[in-house]
């Protein structure tokens, strides 16, 4: 009785799942890990602000609290995942178009190389998080129905705050891709 009970949990879609979010947060956190270490990309998006601390609340800390508004007004459905994947695959495919583009982009110049950089940089930072949100709305798919409110409240602030955090840093993207362009040789 008790063996199939453990059995029953271990199978279960919600521990499958915490089991592989924690291993996955643990592979991105591990340093020298050649294909999970994010942890650059991260750090060089903070450093776009290293002359403008007050534009990381407007970027990170504005999309936390329109989240928090959102998941007051509204908690995460099947439905709305269902048009968050559609969005961010469309927009994913979006970035990486951008890559190539941004790939073939060259100057001599140190200052529109420096910003060629962080563009680049951003648009992997928009993907990073975009597979990151698609991962998150994906499991939420697979679990079904969240019984547990603040569980569900706290997936709801999660699925928000990136999807407001990537639509925000697109901005950036539009900024630094016209400077690029205006300065192009």
């Not at 539009?174 to 040789?185: A, P, Q, S, T, V």
Request: one cysteine or more.
């Amino acid at each position: 009785m008790i063996i199939h009970q453990i059995f029953n949990f271990i199978w279960s879609t919600e521990f499958l799942l915490s089991v592989s979010g924690i291993v996955l947060l643990w592979s991105f956190t591990k340093k020298n890990n050649n294909f999970f270490d994010i942890r650059k990309v991260f750090v060089d998006q903070i450093k776009i602000f290293n002359d403008a601390k007050g534009q990381v609340f407007i970027f990170y800390g504005i999309p936390m609290l329109m989240a928090f508004g959102i998941a007051e007004y509204k908690l995460i459905e099947p439905d709305i995942i269902d048009n968050i994947v559609i969005v961010l695959s469309i927009f994913i495919s979006m970035l990486f178009a951008v890559l190539s583009i941004l790939t073939n982009l060259n100057n001599d110049d140190e200052h529109y190389k420096k910003v060629l950089k962080e563009t680049f940089n951003t648009v992997v930072f928009e993907c990073v998080l975009c597979i990151i949100e698609l991962i998150v709305s994906v499991a939420i798919l697979f679990i079904g129905g969240i019984s547990t409110v603040w569980i569900k409240y706290l997936f709801s602030v999660v699925v928000y705050y990136l999807m407001f955090t990537v639509f925000l840093n697109v901005f950036i993207i539009i900024k630094r891709m016209k400077r690029l362009f205006e300065y192009k040789k």
